[in-house]
């Protein structure tokens, strides 16, 4: 009977991807939903629904499912990187960078990116706050 919710379980995951990549979210959320009665322990579920949330601006319920999955797989880079998302459309740029950085540490390409952007563009800043200090001392 295991076998078969998880399964079953399976199932409703590639219902629930295919509706998301329709973006048909309410339809993608019940799928999830239903795949998480028949898997509990399933982390990408959780992680799919915390992308669902960042993506309706529900950010709480999103660091929530991202727990979630990250209370199943501590190491689940996609949640990790959720997480970071997260926080970035919370404005919480610091809290953010933390987790690129750990995603990034697992080379999740994603996370990188983002982390080299703003590691240049906060590089950049102090280059120009450096080149106006010495043009002031001239």
Not at 37 to 50: I, Q
Not at 64 to 75: C, G, R, T, V
Not at 85 to 112: P, Q, V, W
């Amino acid at each position: 009977a295991l076998e078969l919710n998880s399964d079953i379980a399976l199932f409703y995951l590639e219902i629930a991807n295919a509706c998301s990549s329709q973006e048909k979210y309410i339809q993608s959320i019940a799928n999830y939903e239903k795949a998480l009665e028949l898997s509990p322990d399933n982390e990408s579920a959780y992680t799919s629904l915390g992308y669902l949330n960042i993506e309706n601006s529900n950010v709480e319920e999103a660091l929530k499912m991202f727990d979630k999955a990250l209370k199943i797989e501590p190491n689940y880079v996609e949640a990790i990187h959720g997480k970071g998302l997260a926080y970035l459309k919370n404005k919480d740029r610091i809290t953010a960078m933390e987790y690129f950085t750990k995603a990034c540490n697992y080379e999740y390409e994603d996370s990188c990116e983002i982390k080299s952007g703003a590691d240049s563009r906060a590089f950049n800043w102090r280059m120009r706050q450096l080149k106006k200090k010495r043009l002031r001392i001239q």
